[in-house]
């Protein structure tokens, strides 16, 4: 993709009122247009200037503060202002319309940013993280995405591709000879290297799932026989009602999803129909619904009704709770005369009132304790791939596999480099080294216009 020649504008931050808004300018007309709306006197760079905005035709728009970013030292590495005014959407609007009678052009999603990357002031993963960070939900989502954005993906890429040249380089002194055959000695070498990489590849793609444990939250499936309590749960947790509470057994029918954050977790708390051994037609319509939840579930909330006998839980959802992933809720411990033994060893239980509240907040520590079990760190860096980086990273460990098998069974040596170029690319993609216009342009728009 080649270097953009215009210059782009957008509003950074939100239409709204509020106490202020940014629009951000960035391409080569920036110098020569800060000069007309703000001149006779340059604008000198990084230095915020309080002054008038006024259109072609002469009239005050607004009192501004404007700052002119000379490239590279700017976001996007091209020459930027950026002129924050008072937050009044009808302003923000008569200035774009002001730029636009100027000759800039409206950026499109993502187009800052793109133009960051294309300046390489940051490469793909980087510009990923940018995403993150604007999205980012829990305190956990947040500290990935930093340090993302600080190359640390890029760094464990580099070490894998380092990884791969070497043995590339060692292949193809033997390609230009090809009467001889690469040595016994060579080959052990070169699987063991292989080895080292594939090894890397897959710890970094272990952490595709935290990774949409951060993005998405983590999915916490409430599960219980009907009227144990899970919609009072729910509501209770989410500090506000929001499911139907009902003395009537079967009311959730449809799921309800919400996100809560708990400690410097996301969660995403799902109430489900309710879990009856012999259920009327439409309640078994709502159960097969919980029981496909269930099956993608991250965490389990068990809740029962500690007045009654413990129910039996369909098998597909009984094999699936483990000490690491339920806790077990003996809720509606206020209609106890006192307090029972919790009922389970092999699981972790807790008696909570969903009514009353108690016992809440230590069921917030416990959710957390589990969820913290959860990140996925590699030495003291978290490492949170995304889909796209899981894509290119299962290509290359399959492009990786291929080559081993070849150079382990004695085969082509001028094969195996392409094996191996193939999983440079792949790593290349995740960084964006490997130019693919349409990738480019589809992960850009997904970002929101003005980053
Ligand atoms: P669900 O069907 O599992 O979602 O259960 P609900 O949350 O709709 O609750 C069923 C009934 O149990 C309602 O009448 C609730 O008020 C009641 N309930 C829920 N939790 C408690 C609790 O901790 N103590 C008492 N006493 N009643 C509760």
Known sequence: MSRPTDTIAALATPVGTSAIAVVRVSGPDCASLAQGLFGPVPLPPRVARHTDYRNLQGAVLDDVLATF????????????????????????????????????????????????????????????????????????????????LRGSLGRHLSELTEGLLLVLARIEAYIDFPDEDLPAEDRRIVVKELDTVLHGTARLLATHHYGELLRDGIKTVIIGEPNAGKSSLLNRLIGRDRALVSPEPGTTRDFIEERIILGPHCLRLIDTAGLNPSPAALEKLGMDKTLERAAEADLFLWV????????????????????????????????????????????????????????????????????????????????????????????????????RDKVANSGPTELLASDLRGALDAFGEIAGKIDNERMLDHLFKTFCIGK
């Not at 052009?105 to 940013?113: C, D, N, P, S």
């Not at 699936?320 to 411990?333: D, F, G, I, Q, Y």
């Open 69 to 148: 970013y000379q490239a590279p030292r700017s976001y996007t590495g091209e020459d930027s202002l950026e002129i924050a005014l008072h937050g009044n959407p009808f302003i923000a609007q008569s200035i774009l319309n002001d730029l636009l009678a100027r000759g800039i052009r409206l950026a499109e999603a993502g187009e800052f940013t793109q133009r960051a990357f294309l300046c390489g002031k940051m490469d793909l993963s980087q510009a990923e993280a940018v995403m993150d960070l604007i999205h980012a939900r829990s305190e956990r989502a947040l500290a990935a995405a930093n340090q993302q």
């Open 304 to 403: 029962l009704d500690a007045t009654r006998p413990i129910p039996a839980l369909p098998d597909s959802v009984s094999s699936r709770l483990t000490p690491a992933n339920t806790l077990v809720l003996l809720n509606k411990a206020d209609l106890l005369a006192e307090s029972t033994p919790l009922p389970f060893t092999a699981l972790p239980s807790l008696s909570i009132s969903a009514l009353t509240g108690d016992g809440i907040t230590s069921l917030g520590d416990h959710i957390t304790r589990l969820a913290d079990a959860f990140r996925f760190d590699q030495g003291d860096e978290i490492i949170a791939i995304n889909a796209r980086h899981a894509d290119a990273l299962r290509r290359a460990t399959e492009c990786l596999n291929t080559a």
